[in-house]
């Protein structure tokens, strides 16, 4: 078991430019989220999916896209990086909610 | 406005010695808590939960209580040891199919 896994770790940007985090787990899950972490903010939460095809928002969706066309992955979308964007992502997984969720290791985006 | 609060930025504990944590909440709506610890470069970790039905939960040296009627739960870890030196977040949950993160306490455990 993999676990739930995010790529790339690292990543910087240029303001205006678009991409993908990746983030799969292999535990079979339905319920997939996304967290950004920033300084004396704690976790909050963007985007979230209760299973496949179903998605919503967060606390600070915006900026960001979501879809999830499988149950394994759940990818988040940046369509125009901006510099407030600038901080570390974590996807999570569970069973369902609110079972316990298990995070992944991170990406640190820095979008100058 | 933040729903979860976490008004301890930083705790220092000896080794041997009780840590307590605590977060405060807002919503009476929320029914499901939990305490996560997160290690620097890493994601965070599952620790111990609690749901609204009860007041104390233990596993091991790791003790939730939680005070409905005032809104307050609290991490209590007994005994302390450096390991345990990381940053805990606590977390609630509710119907909405939606956890909402404290900004966390950064706890140190002196040898």
């Known amino acids: 078991n993999a676990g739930v896994t995010q790529t790339p770790k690292f990543q910087v940007l240029k303001t205006g430019q678009s991409m993908t985090l990746q983030c799969a787990q292999d535990?079979?899950?339905?319920?997939m989220s996304w967290y950004r972490q920033d300084p004396g903010m704690g976790l909050r939460l963007i985007h979230y999916?209760?299973?496949?095809?179903?998605?919503d928002q967060g606390e600070v969706p915006n900026g960001y896209n979501v879809s999830r066309s499988t149950t394994e992955d759940f990818p988040l979308r940046l369509l125009s990086a901006a510099p407030s964007q600038t901080s570390v992502y974590f996807c999570?997984?569970?069973?369902?909610?609110?079972?316990?969720?298990?995070f992944g290791p991170g990406t640190r985006l820095t979008v100058l | 406005d933040q729903q979860v609060k976490q008004n301890s930025p930083s705790l220092s504990v000896q080794e041997g010695r009780i840590s307590i944590l605590n977060c405060d909440y807002t919503?009476?709506?929320?029914?499901?808590f939990l305490w996560y610890k997160k290690y620097p470069a890493e994601g965070p970790t599952f620790l111990i939960s609690i749901s609204s039905i009860k007041d104390k939960n233990e596993d091991g040296r790791f003790t939730v209580f939680l005070n409905k009627s005032a809104k307050h739960l609290s991490l209590h870890i007994v005994p302390s040891q450096p390991g345990d030196s990381a940053v805990y977040f606590c977390?609630?949950?509710?119907?909405?199919?939606?956890?909402?993160f404290g900004t966390g306490t950064s706890l140190t455990v002196i040898p």
């Open positions: 919503n009476s709506m929320f029914d499901y």
């Open positions: 977390a609630a949950g509710g119907t909405g199919n939606q956890f909402y």
């Open positions: 999916s209760v299973g496949a095809g179903i998605t």
């Open positions: 535990m079979n899950h339905e319920y």
């Open positions: 999570a997984s569970s069973y369902s909610f609110p079972d316990t969720q298990y």
